[in-house]
């Protein structure tokens, strides 16, 4: 690269606070969806003939009337601009976009308030009450639209998108925004001033919510035609809400219970009497899928292009997007290459049999391997992985509290794995409680495991008990002295109750693998431990608790 050009690091925020404050999936979709959009309005705005973008690698149709965020969280561009020029084109270009947003969000005010409301309609419709103009005041003040520019003798050449990245982790500070006196705060996010008061169902009741632009515009999206325009989102056909994501078997039968129309109550599929005598446990769990690429960064840094590694990541994002939304029946919300997040069902039966979110997460692994991981050749000792993290929860479960947790299990739990390539699942029940378990990407165990979930959710008859067997013969199954010791024990206290005998085989497969890995102590202890919560796991999907 030429010396004394400069780098510009472009980012946006605050993601997940906007994100976090949402009650609904299409909210959740939106809060992140937005985000995308703001950055791929600021690259569509630069000039190509002067800014050579490194980041993201392409522009073209990334956002083409898809509901997933294709478009990752900042810009990384190079110049011949100085830097006081880069400056002004970049504070034009931001301002120009906040006052695209704001004029999105005030169209979308305008169009609510003039719906005409009677008493009957208010039944069926909501409606909005412009409350005051400040919009646009506070789009520009809580929108964060942060560039930076270095000189590029200032940085290592061979880790460019490294380093500007970290210049924009620095000045990534959580920065407080302050309320008028006298402005009535948002009944969501409890965080910015009220613009517009609308309508709202909430636990099958209607009431008046007082909103800022941001929750008003997540809540409202599927009406303003700019976004109806991106997304392809509409009214009758919104984003859907989360019990036709984890209930999305029926969709092939009953596809007149998927088309709905968010104006009128929801109306929840389970109890839908065409269908309720079909619903199984399994129907009524969702499961939150986040994934992160392991040691990226130091894979490019040995690249003789990182324009090369954002190529691959640009084709498995889009690979991702069509097998999560037609292979596995989900909603991916947003896809920046290696960082994935996604709305799925736990489990569904199609023309092929079960699939679970399992089958998802290692599809999607093998998927990284081959179109990023195994691409990547040359001089690179460091390889690249992909962790993910699962929380699989109950339909009525807070979608902002499981996001929280989806977060934890890919950061805190899978991210710490050991070389990484890391799984972290957490089932949370009916009631709150809950159970997890973890491991690497190549453990045995996980297809094993897999194996059984299906063909356990595929079967009418029950599973036995038996994690509370492991539980009991704890300590006799860590002491074995041989294979021989082992079959029997299995055999006098483990097999009585199971019909199937596949099954059988799969169940002593698992205690097997674990105890083959780490015959003794306390290792071994955890593998069973381990082996009892995923079957604990399994049995209460199945309905048995
Ligand atoms: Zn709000």
């Known amino acids: 690269m030429n010396p004394g050009k400069n780098l510009i690091g472009f980012n946006i925020g605050p993601i997940y606070e906007v994100m976090k404050h949402s009650k609904k999936t299409r909210e959740l979709w939106f809060g992140s969806y937005l985000f995308s959009m703001l950055v791929k309005m600021v690259y569509d705005k630069l000039n190509k003939d002067v800014y050579t973008v490194l980041k993201p690698f392409s522009g073209e149709d990334a956002l083409e009337k898809s509901t997933a965020g294709l478009f990752p969280d900042r810009i990384v561009a190079t110049t011949s601009k100085s830097k006081e020029d880069v400056s002004t084109?970049?504070?034009?270009?931001?301002?120009?976009?906040?006052?695209?947003?704001?004029?999105?969000?005030?169209?979308?005010?305008?169009?609510?308030?003039s719906r005409i409301i009677t008493d009957k309609d208010k039944k069926n419709h909501q409606a909005a009450?412009?409350?005051?103009?400040?919009t646009g005041k506070i789009i520009k003040e809580y929108l964060q639209l942060d560039f930076v520019v270095i000189p590029q003798n200032e940085i290592d050449d061979k880790d460019i998108i490294k380093e500007v990245e970290s210049y924009l982790d620095a000045i990534e500070v959580n920065r407080s925004f302050t309320l008028g006196k006298n402005d009535p705060t948002c009944y969501r996010c409890k965080t910015l001033p009220a613009t517009v008061e609308v309508i709202e169902w909430e636990n099958e009741?209607?009431?008046?919510?007082?909103?800022?632009?941001?929750?008003?515009?997540?809540?409202?999206?599927?009406?303003?035609?700019?976004?109806?325009?991106?997304?392809?989102?509409?009214?009758?056909?919104?984003?859907?809400?989360?019990?036709?994501?984890?209930g999305v078997e029926f969709k092939k039968n009953y596809s007149h219970l998927f088309k709905i129309n968010i104006g009128e109550a929801?109306?929840?599929?389970?109890?839908?009497?065409?269908?309720?005598?079909?619903?199984?446990?399994?129907?009524?769990?969702?499961?939150?899928?986040?994934?992160?690429?392991?040691?990226?960064?130091?894979?490019?840094?040995?690249?003789?292009?990182?324009?090369?590694?954002?190529?691959?990541?640009?084709?498995?994002?889009?690979?991702?997007?069509?097998?999560?939304?037609?292979?596995?029946?989900?909603?991916?919300?947003?896809?920046?290459?290696?960082?994935?997040?996604?709305?799925?069902?736990?489990?569904?039966?199609?023309?092929?049999?079960?699939?679970?979110?399992?089958?998802?997460?290692t599809r999607i692994n093998t998927l990284y391997n081959?179109?990023?991981?195994?691409?990547?050749?040359?001089?690179?000792?460091?390889?690249t992985s992909l962790s993910a993290g699962i929380v699989i929860a109950y339909h009525k479960y807070p979608l902002s509290i499981a996001m929280e947790e989806v977060q934890n299990q890919l950061f805190g739990v899978a991210k710490q794995i050991n070389n990484k390539n890391g799984l972290a699942v957490k089932f949370i029940q009916h009631s709150g409680a809950d159970s997890s378990?973890?491991?690497?990407?190549?453990?045995?165990?996980?297809?094993?495991?897999?194996?059984?979930?299906?063909?356990?959710?595929?079967?009418?008859?029950?599973?036995?008990?038996?994690?509370?067997?492991?539980?009991?013969?704890?300590?006799?199954?860590?002491?074995?002295?041989?294979?021989?010791?082992?079959?029997?024990?299995?055999?006098?206290?483990?097999?009585?109750?199971?019909?199937?005998?596949?099954?059988?085989?799969?169940?002593?497969?698992?205690?097997?693998?674990?105890?083959?890995?780490?015959?003794?102590?306390?290792?071994?202890?955890?593998?069973?431990?381990?082996?009892?919560?995923?079957?604990?796991?399994?049995?209460?999907i199945k309905g048995e608790k």
């Open 205 to 246: 009741e209607l009431i008046e919510q007082k909103l800022c632009p941001l929750c008003f515009l997540k809540l409202r999206s599927h009406l303003s035609n700019e976004i109806i325009e991106l997304t392809g989102i509409k009214e009758k056909q919104p984003f859907p809400p989360i019990d036709r994501i984890a």
């Open 266 to 361: 929801e109306n929840n599929l389970y109890e839908n009497p065409e269908i309720n005598d079909n619903v199984k446990d399994y129907h009524k769990y969702y499961a939150l899928y986040m994934a992160d690429g392991d040691n990226l960064s130091k894979v490019a840094k040995n690249l003789n292009t990182p324009e090369e590694l954002s190529k691959y990541l640009f084709s498995f994002g889009k690979s991702v997007h069509d097998i999560s939304k037609n292979a596995f029946k989900g909603e991916p919300i947003y896809i920046g290459g290696d960082d994935i997040f996604a709305i799925m069902p736990f489990a569904f039966n199609d023309n092929d049999g079960i699939k679970t979110i399992l089958d998802f997460a």
């Open 129 to 134: 009450k412009k409350l005051n103009d400040s």
């Open 370 to 383: 081959e179109q990023v991981a195994g691409k990547i050749t040359g001089a690179n000792t460091d390889k």
């Open 437 to 540: 378990f973890q491991m690497r990407f190549d453990d045995p165990i996980l297809s094993i495991f897999s194996e059984l979930y299906k063909s356990v959710l595929s079967s009418e008859k029950g599973f036995p008990s038996v994690h509370h067997k492991i539980d009991k013969y704890k300590t006799l199954l860590m002491n074995l002295g041989n294979e021989i010791q082992l079959d029997n024990l299995l055999e006098k206290r483990f097999y009585e109750g199971f019909e199937n005998e596949k099954q059988k085989e799969l169940f002593t497969a698992l205690i097997k693998t674990s105890l083959i890995k780490f015959p003794k102590g306390k290792q071994a202890e955890e593998e069973l431990e381990r082996v009892g919560n995923m079957i604990h796991v399994l049995k209460f």
């Open 89 to 113: 084109d970049f504070n034009k270009i931001t301002n120009e976009v906040r006052k695209e947003i704001a004029t999105i969000i005030n169209n979308l005010i305008k169009t609510e308030c």
